[in-house]
T-cell receptor, first 113, second 116 residues
Framework: GNSVTQMEGPVTLSEEAFLTINCTYT??????LFWYVQYPGEGLQLLLK?????DKGSNKGFEATYRKETTSFHLEKGSVQVSDSAVYFC????????????FGPGTRLSVLP | NAGVMQNPRHLVRRRGQEARLRCSPM?????VYWYRQLPEEGLKFMVY????????ESGMPKERFSAEFPKEGPSILRIQQVVRGDSAAYFC??????????????FGPGTRLTVL
């Protein structure tokens, strides 16, 4: 079945450091890929998405490229801020599999000033 | 345009009681999804409903849990005879159409259930 794997956290970085959070997926169909962010005490917010191979999603300085050959959708940001501290979830939606999302376990990011 | 609303935000129940969680989707959305997030874990799909119909309940426990989305009013996730293992954050999401290439799910703030 479909699944999403993320790098384990927590990840702790200093402000202005480079961020990479790895995400790989397994899907029977041709999924859309998403990154969601969850700030403390809040629900999930869509950060970015990509719907086909080689698409790059970007938002708020974050980027992720849909790599079909490596079944990956790694999240990157060139210079993190303290306000980026949150839990990041990689997810896929596969119309051939069902109408629900499959989420990764989440990666907690802490950015220190 | 108000987002997805959930209430209560926090709910405390004793073992054996019933818990009712409510979700009002975004205006114009007729597709609702419920997820459960256990401490330090990701979200797990529970059930997908479209007005008055359960489309997919493959992630919902067979006993004690039920969900509905009536023609009028919010979607309700009901947990009967709660146990400590039910303590979790329950998130509702809604979408305008069936989730697909260009139809994302919008999430509510969640209900944090604590079973004493």
């Amino acid at each position: 079945g479909n699944s999403v794997t993320q790098m384990e956290g927590p990840v702790t970085l200093s402000e202005e450091a480079f961020l990479t959070i790895n995400c790989t997926y397994t899907a029977t169909g041709y999924p859309s890929l998403f990154w969601y962010v969850q700030y403390p005490g809040e629900g999930l917010q869509l950060l970015l998405k990509a719907t086909k191979a080689d698409d790059k999603g970007s938002n708020k300085g974050f980027e992720a490229t849909y790599r079909k050959e490596t079944t990956s959708f790694h999240l990157e940001k060139g210079s993190v801020q303290v306000s980026d501290s949150a839990v990041y979830f990689c997810a896929l939606s596969d119309a051939d599999y069902g109408q629900n999302f499959v989420f990764g376990p989440g990666t907690r990011l802490s950015v220190l000033p | 345009n108000a987002g997805v609303m959930q209430n209560p935000r926090h709910l405390v129940r004793r073992r054996g009681q019933e818990a009712r969680l409510r979700c009002s989707p975004m205006k114009g959305h007729s597709h609702v999804y419920w997820y459960r997030q256990l401490p330090e874990e990701g979200l797990k799909f529970m059930v997908y409903l479209q007005k008055e119909n359960i489309i997919d309940e493959s992630g919902m426990p067979k006993e004690r849990f039920s969900a509905e989305f009536p023609k009028e009013g919010p979607s309700i996730l009901r947990i009967q005879q709660v146990v400590r293992g039910d303590s979790a954050a329950y998130f509702c999401a809604s979408s305008y159409q069936r989730t697909g290439l260009n139809n994302e799910q919008f999430f509510g703030p969640g209900t944090r259930l604590t079973v004493l």
